[in-house]
């Protein structure tokens, strides 16, 4: 199985300010009523609308309006399996008049990365296990075959051209923002670690459902307990490796508690893992973290990735130095 194309970023920045003006009127316009920005997502494209004790979740889709048929029929097809916003109201037809939208419940809980910040061991290896539970779920939705979903009937339709392939990604993105700034040693060293990731991910066979920027922005869980209460922003999902969630989630993470007993908890849960887990989650998450990259000096999160894709072509392996939480390592990619 090639690597899906669709890049994700997890953890992307947030959209611009120059952007975010006319964005935020469309949105007041659209409910005639106060629209909050919210935090996270690439877009910039999401709000909180409505007063205190009925608040909800407005996501308009003025760049991609074809995007929100199939967001709506996302959220139905995992509704009661993983935990999702209700769709209160949608449009999945944009007019020149009206944006596509779609307006969801305000879940409740706070977002994973604040939590971990301030939780303590014992409770970051529940939240741990929470988390794991739900990446196996999506795990377990299958699809015959790795693609890009198209309409509300969740149509597969497979990558093209450089999305197709680590290898193709890599180097079509040679002249792209910081990598084009890359000397020819670290970027042939790059295009090796490249080709190593590809073997790994046409080795994986089964296809399933991706979030795809599955990191602790976009889960929520219970203050008091960690249990993951919200699964947000389904922009980028498609039909691709059972390793590419855990990949993102797993890419700047250094907590042993918190990655080890994710790590481990998923390994026994998930169906089909092998033994060469994170190997394969770096190598499914490649692509994102070369896309991502080359946005670095536009934001801290991109600065990340950045160097950790520069760590791997020097380290010429896929781990780059990062955790292994306790899991044994197949030392081919990584």
């Given at each position: 199985m090639t690597n899906s194309g669709m890049t994700n970023g997890g953890d992307q920045p947030v959209g611009s300010g120059a952007a975010r003006g006319p964005v935020t009127s469309?949105?007041?316009?659209?409910?005639?009523?106060?629209?909050?920005?919210?935090?996270?997502?690439?877009?910039?494209?999401?709000?909180?609308?409505?007063?205190?004790?009925?608040?909800?979740?407005?996501?308009?889709?003025?760049?991609?309006?074809?995007?929100?048929?199939?967001d709506a029929a996302l959220l139905s097809l995992v509704r009661d399996l993983v935990p999702v916003p209700r769709v209160l109201e949608s449009r999945t037809q944009a007019s020149p008049d009206t944006p596509a939208f779609i307006l969801m419940e305000r879940l409740p809980g706070i977002r994973l990365d604040l939590w971990l910040a301030e939780a303590g061991a014992e409770e970051r290896q529940a939240a741990a296990v929470s988390v794991a539970a739900v990446l196996t779920r999506l795990s377990g939705m299958p699809f015959l075959r790795p693609g890009q979903f198209v309409g509300a009937d969740l149509r597969v339709e497979p990558w093209t051209g450089s999305a197709a392939g680590v290898e193709s990604w890599v180097q079509a993105h040679r002249g792209s923002g910081a990598l084009a700034r890359w000397s020819d040693e670290d970027f042939a060293a790059l295009l090796d670690v490249a080709a190593e990731a590809q073997d790994l991910v046409d080795g994986v066979r089964r296809v399933?459902?991706?979030?795809?920027?599955?990191?602790?922005?976009?889960?929520?869980?219970?203050?008091?307990?960690?249990?993951?209460?919200?699964?947000?922003?389904?922009?980028?999902?498609?039909?691709?490796?059972?390793?590419?969630?855990?990949?993102?989630?797993?890419?700047?993470?250094?907590?042993?508690?918190?990655?080890?007993?994710?790590?481990?908890?998923?390994?026994?849960?998930?169906?089909?893992?092998?033994?060469?887990?994170?190997?394969?989650?770096?190598?499914?998450?490649?692509?994102?973290?070369?896309?991502?990259?080359?946005?670095?000096?536009?934001?801290?999160?991109?600065?990340?990735?950045?160097?950790?894709l520069l760590d791997t072509a020097r380290c010429r392996n896929l781990s780059a130095g990062r955790p292994t939480f306790g899991l044994d390592v197949s030392g081919g990619a990584a």
């Open positions: 469309a949105a007041r316009a659209l409910l005639g009523a106060e629209a909050r920005p919210l935090a996270g997502g690439y877009s910039g494209e999401t709000f909180l609308v409505g007063g205190a004790g009925e608040e909800a979740v407005l996501r308009l889709y003025l760049r991609d309006p074809e995007r929100a048929a199939v399933c459902l991706c979030h795809s920027d599955f990191n602790p922005k976009n889960l929520l869980v219970d203050p008091e307990s960690g249990t993951v209460t919200g699964l947000l922003d389904w922009e980028y999902a498609h039909a691709g490796s059972p390793y590419t969630d855990i990949g993102n989630l797993l890419r700047f993470e250094s907590d042993e508690v918190f990655g080890g007993a994710l790590a481990s908890a998923f390994a026994a849960q998930a169906p089909g893992v092998t033994a060469d887990l994170l190997d394969l989650a770096r190598a499914s998450d490649l692509v994102a973290l070369v896309d991502l990259a080359t946005r670095a000096g536009d934001h801290p999160i991109a600065d990340r990735a950045h160097q950790v």
